[in-house]
């Protein structure tokens, strides 16, 4: 008797679904659709910051010499932002030999860092928490000329529940078009009254 069709007729016939390969594939698979997974929730929760492209000036009829300036920026997240620190530069370019440089002031904010702004699915729909208007402590008309400057919004926020970390910034280049007397209308909106 031939021992090698004694081995052959005792080893079954492996099918695929029975194969290194076969596991090899499912793991390949579902390693490959686990990080989808892991990048779309990423995606999803992540902050959401809406500035307003417009600063408003108020104008105290009492005689106050210096004119008050606010900006406006909404939490557009569904969940809380945390940590968030906000800082608005004024930033002159020059050019120095063959490059430009850069120079830039801080400009004082009334507050500049707050602990934690309201998504939307905790929001108060009667005081609409989730909106911040932010006072500047400077008088943007006479620092801001609007030849060479240009001033940026800078937020630093993180997001509460994935920790994903997002830096917002906003550009104002033109002083005419950014001004306006008036104040920022409560609620999810930009409408100057």
């Given at each position: 008797?031939?021992?090698?069709?004694?081995?052959a007729?005792t080893?079954?016939v492996?099918?695929?679904?029975?194969?290194v390969?076969?596991?090899?594939?499912?793991a390949l698979?579902t390693?490959f659709?686990?990080c989808?997974?892991?990048f779309l929730?990423?995606r999803?929760?992540k902050?959401?910051?809406?500035?307003?492209?417009?600063?408003?000036?108020e104008?105290d009829?009492?005689?106050v010499?210096k004119?008050?300036?606010?900006?406006?920026?909404i939490?557009?997240?569904?969940?809380?932002i945390?940590?968030?620190?906000i800082?608005?530069?004024?930033?002159?370019?020059f050019?120095h030999?063959t490059?430009?440089?850069?120079t830039?002031?801080?400009?004082?904010?009334k507050?500049y860092?707050?602990k934690?702004?309201?998504?939307k699915?905790?929001?108060?729909?009667?005081?609409h928490?989730?909106c911040?208007?932010?006072?500047?402590?400077?008088?943007?008309e006479?620092?801001w000329d609007?030849?060479r400057?240009?001033?940026e919004?800078?937020?630093d926020c993180?997001?509460?529940?994935?920790g994903r970390?997002?830096v917002?910034v906003?550009k104002?280049?033109?002083v005419?078009n950014?001004?306006?007397?008036g104040?920022?209308?409560?609620?999810?909106?930009?409408?100057?009254i």
């Amino acid at each position: 008797m031939n021992p090698f069709l004694l081995i052959a007729e005792t080893v079954p016939v492996k099918e695929f679904g029975d194969t290194v390969w076969y596991d090899l594939l499912i793991a390949l698979f579902t390693g490959f659709l686990s990080c989808v997974i892991f990048f779309l929730v990423l995606r999803v929760f992540k902050p959401r910051i809406k500035t307003c492209s417009i600063i408003c000036k108020e104008d105290d009829d009492a005689g106050v010499e210096k004119p008050e300036y606010y900006l406006k920026f909404i939490n557009k997240t569904y969940s809380d932002i945390e940590n968030v620190s906000i800082s608005l530069l004024l930033i002159e370019d020059f050019l120095h030999g063959t490059g430009k440089n850069f120079t830039g002031k801080e400009l004082k904010l009334k507050k500049y860092q707050i602990k934690n702004i309201p998504g939307k699915w905790r929001k108060s729909k009667d005081i609409h928490n989730n909106c911040v208007q932010m006072r500047i402590d400077e008088d943007l008309e006479k620092l801001w000329d609007g030849r060479r400057e240009y001033m940026e919004l800078h937020i630093d926020c993180t997001h509460s529940k994935s920790g994903r970390r997002l830096v917002h910034v906003q550009k104002y280049t033109d002083v005419k078009n950014t001004i306006k007397v008036g104040r920022f209308d409560s609620g999810e909106n930009f409408n100057i009254i």
